[in-house]
């Protein structure tokens, strides 16, 4: 069965600076999605960034880029130029097949400090 | 703002009563999936529905059922409610089916069964 594993539980970073979050996953296909969302107090994910397996140019959104190493399964989110607003719990996920589901890691806690 | 509206906000309900849960989507939204979220972890597929039937299931006993409506509102109705299904429920809708879809969610509906 697929897994997705996040070690880090939280992270701090100061603003303006730059943060690296990890995750790895587990999976036996060879064609399947990564995501990362964001989940603020508000409770609403949203997404923040998306790569496709196939695809080996890590993807790239302002200043949220990922780092998708296939062979080593995992997949990190670095955000650059970190404001207070990213302050928010971030899921890694994983999608593959013919639904939208999604499978989640358990989340990492970043603060943002000014 | 995703477009994805829950209600209610929260609910507290008593072990062994029933509960439905409600989600209205954006229109062109043909597919909803709905996840819980236990405290601390990262959310777990319950089901999705496309174009009104259920075409995908997460590891969840029957007495977690769902209906989708043509207006694009949706339902997760839960029977003989148990302790442990005190949780974060959250809907997701998008235009399509498929695993690289970006999922719009919902605020989701607070469950607290006593």
């Known amino acids: 069965a697929q897994t997705v594993t996040q070690s880090q539980p939280e992270m701090s970073v100061q603003e303006a600076e730059t943060v690296t979050l990890s995750c790895t996953y587990d999976?036996?296909?060879?064609?399947?999605?990564l995501f990362w969302y964001k989940q603020p107090p508000s409770r609403q994910m949203i997404l923040v960034i998306r790569?496709?397996?196939?695809?080996?140019q890590n993807a790239t959104e302002n200043r949220f880029s990922v780092n998708f190493q296939k062979a080593a399964k995992s997949f990190s989110l670095k955000i650059s130029d970190s404001q207070l607003g990213d302050a928010a719990m971030y899921f890694c996920a994983y999608s593959e097949g013919p639904t939208n589901k999604l499978i989640f890691g358990t989340g990492t806690l970043l603060a943002v400090q000014p | 703002e995703t477009g994805v509206t829950q209600s209610p906000t929260h609910l507290i309900k008593t072990r062994g009563q029933q509960v439905t849960l409600r989600c209205s989507s954006q229109?062109?939204?043909?597919?909803v999936s709905w996840y819980q979220q236990a405290l601390g972890q990262g959310p777990q597929f319950i089901f999705q529905?496309?174009?009104?039937?259920?075409?995908g299931r997460g590891n969840f006993p029957p007495r977690f059922s769902g209906l989708q409506f043509p207006n694009y509102s949706s339902e997760l109705n839960v029977n003989a409610l148990e302790l442990d299904d005190s949780a974060l429920y959250l809907c997701?809708?998008?235009?399509?089916?498929?695993?690289?879809?970006?999922?719009?969610f919902g605020s989701g509906t607070q469950l607290s069964v006593l």
């Open positions: 997701a809708s998008s235009p399509y089916r498929g695993g690289m879809e970006k999922l719009f």
């Open positions: 529905y496309y174009r009104e039937e259920e075409n």
């Open positions: 999976t036996s296909e060879s064609d399947y999605y």
């Open positions: 790569q496709e397996a196939y695809k080996q």
């Open positions: 229109s062109g939204h043909n597919t």
